[in-house]
């Protein structure tokens, strides 16, 4: 089973992990999220987030989820990237998690492309319901 890290601003990871469990009531194994807060150095962080890792990989890899392309936690993200091992994903969001979660039986490639659809997937405009 593919580990999934969540390395996001502040508390949003904890947030996405709570909604997660709300949706499938129950906690997901081996889903862990790590929120980088605006006094926190970087290279700090990083010994934490390969713990992390460590914890999450049970041989089949880990996908890291973060939610802003080239912010602290994406660079943090991306130091940790090791293709085939460790792929990082930004611009998370629920739906990207929730798929994620449902293919993390698969290759990590898979899962990876699975993610990425999903967030795309669940970007909708809605339109109002005629009820006339």
């Known amino acids: 089973m593919i580990g999934i890290l969540l390395i996001t601003h502040a508390n949003l990871g904890e947030a996405m992990i709570q909604c997660v469990c709300h949706v499938l009531n129950r906690r997901p194994p081996q889903l862990l999220q790590l929120g980088v807060m605006a006094q926190d150095d970087p290279r700090d962080l ?69 993610a990425i659809s999903g967030a795309c997937d669940g970007v909708l405009h809605i339109h109002p319901i005629r009820t006339d």
């Open 46 to 114: 990083q010994p934490m987030a390969k713990e992390m890792l460590g914890k999450l990989d049970q041989g089949d890899g880990v996908v890291i989820l973060t939610d802003l392309y080239g912010a602290t936690p994406a660079n943090l993200a991306t130091s940790l990237v090791k293709p085939g091992q460790v792929e990082a994903i930004a611009g998370a969001n629920l739906p990207m998690l929730l798929r994620v979660l449902n293919y993390r039986e698969y290759s990590l490639e898979m899962a990876v492309k699975r």
